[in-house]
């Protein structure tokens, strides 16, 4: 029993360890969820699962099954809350993408540590934040199609609109760099102002064309 205890101890305090480890790298580029964030995470997801294996009956020699899976399920959808809370929380900015992604990653960190799959979680962890850190530089050293201009919008204030406006560009290539709303100058409307990646070869004529036809779409601004 002792050695039992010891063990989940162990597993909790890995837990901390590898959620910290990532939580620090959020923590030094002042992302909204930092250190404290990534090891309650991490921690809780852990400690969901120390629980759901040691419920009775989880082993064979009760007569009564118990799907540990469920608890982890309940995590994984519990932390799509609280990442689409990071971005959220910037305001009108679409930021905290990868802030949201890191968390929804620690989570699964903490169910592997709950499961005794230590190997597995150092591993995802390292994996990480090569992919946060390294990465990162790399990417911004990539060269890039294309060029940025500003698109600014002039939509209904209702939902489903900035979805259709989303769709027509992803259909198209065009990458948005950034977003904010504004109120517009009408009741009942929104003003969008993008920055957006095009596409090497773009028809312009085209795509404002494609967006004033959404029936969402109210006006259409393209600037360099």
């Known amino acids: 029993m002792a050695h039992q205890t010891v063990e989940i101890v162990l597993r909790l305090a890995l837990a901390v360890l590898l959620g910290g480890l990532?939580?620090?790298?959020?923590?030094?580029?002042?992302?909204?969820?930092?250190?404290?964030?990534?090891?309650?995470?991490?921690?809780?997801?852990?400690?969901?699962?120390?629980?759901?294996?040691?419920?009775?009956?989880?082993?064979?020699?009760?007569?009564?099954?118990?799907?540990?899976?469920?608890?982890?399920?309940?995590?994984?959808?519990?932390?799509?809350?609280?990442?689409?809370?990071?971005?959220?929380?910037?305001?009108?900015?679409?930021?905290?993408?990868?802030?949201a992604a890191g968390l929804w990653v620690v989570a699964g960190i903490g169910l592997a540590v709950g499961a005794g799959l230590y190997l597995e979680a150092v591993v995802v962890t390292l994996l990480v934040l090569v992919t946060l850190v390294a990465l990162a530089e790399f990417e911004k050293r990539l060269p890039r199609g294309g060029h940025d201009t500003t698109l600014t919008l002039t939509i209904d204030d209702r939902p489903g609109g900035l979805g259709q406006v989303g769709s027509a560009l992803g259909a198209r290539g065009v990458d948005i760099r950034d977003l904010q709303l504004r109120p517009a100058g009408q009741a009942g409307q929104v003003r969008v102002e993008m920055v957006v990646r095009l596409p090497l070869r773009v028809d312009l004529v085209e795509l404002t064309g494609a967006l004033a036809a959404l029936e969402a779409v109210r006006g259409v601004e393209l600037g360099e």
């Not at 580029?29 to 930092?34: I, P, S």
């Not at 969901?48 to 099954?65: I, K, R």
């Open 22 to 99: 990532v939580g620090l790298e959020r923590e030094t580029r002042r992302r909204q969820a930092g250190l404290r964030t990534f090891i309650l995470v991490c921690l809780g997801a852990a400690l969901m699962m120390v629980v759901s294996l040691a419920m009775p009956g989880f082993d064979d020699s009760q007569p009564v099954s118990v799907d540990p899976g469920r608890i982890a399920a309940q995590v994984v959808t519990g932390i799509g809350f609280l990442g689409a809370g990071t971005i959220l929380r910037e305001g009108p900015t679409i930021r905290g993408l990868t802030t």
